[in-house]
């Protein structure tokens, strides 16, 4: 993959299924200068330092350096692409070593918002894509909407399995309550960038001088975000916690009384998303105010598990937030959480996953086998 390692879950949870499995598993990433240590990874890794960090270099750098690490490796028993960024090189080198691939793509990476503004880099990256899915014989995904949409596109079949996080008993950390007595917690967890709604909760903290926000996670906007907090005079009332590790993360959500996600419908991929937020605030306990796009409202309309709304009004989303938070309470959506949490776990949807490495020809049951993701 080319984000960091240590944050994406995803990641973390498939090679912790493949290395049950009996699979000998490398994760290969990037390091960024602020990446946390990877004490969430329980397999072997690999995060490459590069001169570019954006760009057309750094992604054509990043491939070509993956291709010559998975051609001059120890034959592995099967390569997985997480996304469309690191798809070339996987497959090249699966072509050229005869090594079986899974292309799992956590979005429509070619109708993110920062492409759909870039036409001239969204058409390379649609040619590649274009060249590359035609030809997978095994693909997963995280929604049925993006699997039918790659369907239509391509004609190969797409499996889906969702983000899910493991299933966990919620234990708060109450140092988070003992730090703001008396106020309601809200939070937002994943990455600070454009499209997530977070300028309009950020507005909406104005009308809720009993509620504190808390964003965990870090972006491209990350300082326009923090220059508007000032400007806005919300600065006590709205915390950056930064990149947190899942174990650190956990808790704290668990502390919250709503978590927000509030995604803009900006293309296809924010239309069509799922993020796993949603289930780490059910796995949580916490009620989830999300936006009225169709994978997020169909799941917690389908749990009543919190509240859907196409509002973009930063005065009438406080008010939903209060009703969460102050007319309801967690009390209330504790049940269907429970009953959401129990369900929606990855202890039920890896199933998918171990089929889909069936499909690969891999007897992973008993076997010692090595597996690069």
Known sequence: MINDLVTDQRV????ALLQSEGLDVICIGRRLKESPDPKGISCRYRRYRMLFRKGPLFYACYNIRLFLGLLFSAKPALFIANDLDTLPATFLAGRIRNVPLIYDSHELFTEVPELIERPLVRGIWKRIEKWIVPRLKHAVTVSRSIADHYQGLYGIRFRVVRNLPSGRVPRPDPSVKDQYPGKKIVIYQGALNVGR???????SMHYLDDVILILAGSGDIEQKLRKLVRDMGLRERIVFRGRLTPDVLFPITCAADAGISL????GLSYRYALPNKIFDYIQAGVPVLCSALPEMSRIVEHYG?????GERDPEKVAKII??????RGREFWREALERAAGELCWENESAGYLQLL???GLAVRGSKTNSTS
């Open 197 to 203: 709604g977070l300028e309009l909760v950020i507005a």
């Open 358 to 360: 069936g499909e690969c």
């Open 263 to 266: 995604e803009e419908d900006l």
């Open 305 to 309: 598990v919190g509240i859907v709304t």
């Open 12 to 15: 973390h949870r498939v090679a």
């Open 322 to 327: 209060r009703n969460i938070c102050f007319d």
